[in-house]
């Protein structure tokens, strides 16, 4: 399955730089705005080291790993709901990833100018959260325009309870716009469910990337950090992450001796990208199922409660439609026991039926018929 998850920011928060830490890619990162003038795509590795481990078992000859799709959205500025900045491009950009990712600058360096000239990533923020309500405003008055006329059409119709209940929630969702509660707005269409057309920007999952200056990786210092903590304080510590982009672009350039000294150095346990990644993939609702032999270790991603045959479906579309019926055990049985046969002979690989709710770490054998 394709899942993007979008960087934005405003100019010289360090979006870039991370960016290119994430994907080893090598895109300008200039201390100017709109230095990244279309979005850049990558597609990055999710971290699992169970595929290793399984790996090992199979004595399979590659990993396929699961994946998700980084995209660098050029800086957004005040005003681009109106255009300012490029800005309907960039909006549009936004439009097309699963979870945003706000970078927001947390260290101070006069060297790097500011846009708004001082650190303030709660500000900056809000400058970015506006523009996407503005752009969501404009949205939902065009569909509620319309709607009117849609009714006198559907009336003795299927669709007719859909609209008006669409019609209902979507004036709530416009006085929750207007009145800046972009909490408010994703508890609407939560709850709206398939009701609503139109796909908003501030209802968006999201994370904030907190960028630390370098000196504040050493024993957890940026916990003292006041940009950090205010964040903190607003999102929760689980919705922030603090990274110091420098720090990761560097590592991601080095050899892995080279990494593991530097991570030392700061007291690192791993790239904080690690944590980027693996929290993306997690709010994005995913897990993650394996296909195993002695070819490879395939890693798939998936929606977290979907069944055993719309996940074949993500291997290949002939497995779905001919689906009988799959082989199942977890992969953390499978450590535990060693072997696929001391799993057969415990009664640990199951055979289940289309309705199967997929597990994370789920190793299937699909039997099928076209």
């Given at each position: 399955?394709s899942?993007?998850a979008?960087l934005v920011?405003?100019?010289?928060?360090?979006?870039?730089?991370?960016?290119n830490?994430?994907?080893?890619?090598?895109i300008?990162?200039?201390?100017?705005p709109?230095?990244?003038?279309?979005?850049?795509?990558?597609?990055?590795?999710?971290?699992?080291?169970r595929?290793?481990?399984?790996?090992?078992?199979?004595?399979?000859?590659?990993?396929?790993?699961a994946?998700?799709?980084f995209?660098?959205?050029?800086?957004?500025v005040?005003g681009a709901?109106?255009?300012?900045?490029?800005?309907?491009q960039?909006?549009?950009?936004?439009?097309?990833?699963?979870?945003?990712?706000?970078?927001?600058?947390?260290f101070?360096?006069?060297?790097?100018v500011?846009?708004?000239?001082?650190?303030?990533p709660?500000?900056?923020?809000?400058?970015i959260?506006?523009?996407?309500?503005?752009?969501?405003?404009?949205?939902?008055?065009?569909?509620?325009?319309?709607?009117p006329?849609l009714i006198k059409?559907a009336?003795?119709?299927?669709?007719?309870?859909?609209?008006?209940?669409?019609?209902?929630?979507?004036v709530?969702v416009?006085?929750?716009?207007?009145?800046?509660?972009?909490?408010?707005?994703?508890?609407?269409?939560?709850?709206?469910g398939?009701?609503?057309?139109?796909?908003?920007?501030?209802?968006?999952n999201?994370?904030?990337?907190a960028?630390i200056a370098?000196?504040?990786?050493?024993?957890?210092?940026?916990?003292?950090?006041?940009?950090?903590?205010?964040?903190?304080?607003?999102f929760?510590?689980?919705?922030?992450?603090?990274?110091?982009?420098?720090v990761?672009?560097?590592?991601?350039t080095?050899?892995?001796?080279?990494?593991?000294?530097l991570m030392?150095?700061?007291?690192?346990q791993?790239p904080?990208?690690?944590?980027?990644?693996?929290?993306?993939?997690?709010?994005?609702?995913?897990?993650?199922f394996?296909?195993?032999?002695?070819?490879?270790?395939?890693?798939?991603?998936?929606k977290?409660?979907?069944?055993?045959?719309?996940?074949?479906?993500e291997?290949?579309s002939?497995?779905e439609r001919?689906?009988?019926?799959?082989?199942?055990?977890?992969?953390?049985?499978?450590?535990?026991?060693?072997?696929?046969?001391?799993?057969?002979?415990?009664?640990?690989?199951?055979?289940?039926?289309?309705?199967?709710?997929?597990?994370?770490?789920?190793?299937?054998?699909?039997?099928?018929?076209?």
């Open positions: 399955m899942i993007k979008g920011g405003l100019p010289n928060v360090g979006k870039s730089t991370l960016f830490a994430l994907t080893k890619s090598n300008p990162a200039e201390n100017y709109f230095c990244t003038i279309d979005p850049h795509v990558a597609i990055t590795e999710v971290p699992d080291k595929t290793a481990r399984l790996k090992t078992i199979y004595n399979s000859g590659k990993i396929i790993p994946t998700v799709t995209v660098d959205i050029a800086g957004l005040k709901a109106a255009g300012e900045g490029l800005g309907n960039f909006l549009s950009h936004i439009r097309e990833v699963d979870l945003i990712l706000h970078v927001v600058r947390c101070e360096n006069s060297d790097i500011h846009t708004s000239g001082a650190v303030d709660l500000s900056d923020y809000e400058t959260l506006a523009e996407l309500m503005l752009k969501d405003i404009e949205s939902v008055q065009k569909r509620m325009e319309k709607l006329r059409i009336q003795g119709k299927s669709e007719l309870k859909d609209l008006i209940a669409e019609q209902e929630i979507l709530k416009q006085q929750a716009l207007e009145s800046g509660d972009a909490n408010q707005v994703r508890t609407l269409i939560q709850q709206a398939d009701v609503v057309a139109n796909e908003l920007l501030s209802a968006k999201f994370l904030i990337i960028n370098e000196s504040e990786l050493d024993g957890n210092a940026y916990e003292q950090n006041q940009h950090y903590q205010q964040l903190v304080k607003r929760g510590a689980d919705r922030v992450i603090p990274v110091s982009a420098r990761e672009y560097e590592l991601s080095m050899s892995d001796a080279d990494a593991r000294e030392d150095m700061y007291g690192m791993e904080s990208l690690h944590h980027i990644i693996a929290s993306s993939y997690k709010n994005l609702g995913l897990i993650t394996f296909t195993c032999g002695p070819k490879e270790i395939h890693a798939w991603p998936i977290k409660g979907i069944s055993v045959r719309k996940a074949a479906g291997i290949h002939d497995l001919g689906f009988i019926c799959a082989e199942v055990f977890n992969c953390e049985d499978l450590f535990t026991a060693g072997t696929e046969q001391k799993l057969k002979d415990t009664g640990k690989i199951r055979r289940e039926g289309q309705d199967y709710i997929m597990q994370d770490g789920d190793i299937v054998d699909i039997r099928f018929n076209v």
